[in-house]
């Protein structure tokens, strides 16, 4: 039996910048989690999915997290997104310069 469908955010990378970027609902991509799309249709998820790939000339990798909604907006659900979200963990650039909390 399949599992059930859990909410989902469409997340990717920059083609030019690397840096992970989330699908928002008026087709924009944001370095923001909080400001992402949560999908919580299956069957939308999957047409979300296609069109945020049909954006392949900006992004590369896109794929659906698992996310759950939170007080600020989505918030991932498994470290991996986590850390993604916060960035580079071997020095602080990017996303950990520019916070003051990690």
Do not use: C
């Not at 859990?6 to 970027?21: M, S």
């Not at 919580?40 to 296609?50: F, G, I, S």
């Not at 069109?51 to 007080?71: H, P, R």
Request: proline share 6%.
């Amino acid at each position: 039996m399949p599992r059930p469908f859990t909410p989902k955010v469409v997340t990717a990378n920059d083609l030019l910048e690397g840096d992970v970027i989330y699908f928002t609902a008026d087709n924009t991509w944001t370095r923001e989690l909080s400001q992402a799309e949560l999908i919580t249709d299956e069957a939308e998820a999957q047409l979300r999915l296609l069109e945020a790939e049909k954006q392949n000339i900006s992004i590369v990798g896109a794929y659906l997290a698992d996310a759950k909604g939170g007080e600020n907006g989505p918030e991932p659900t498994h470290f991996r997104e986590e850390f993604r979200r916060t960035g580079p963990s071997n020095y602080s650039h990017g996303k950990q310069e520019a916070r003051s909390d990690v």
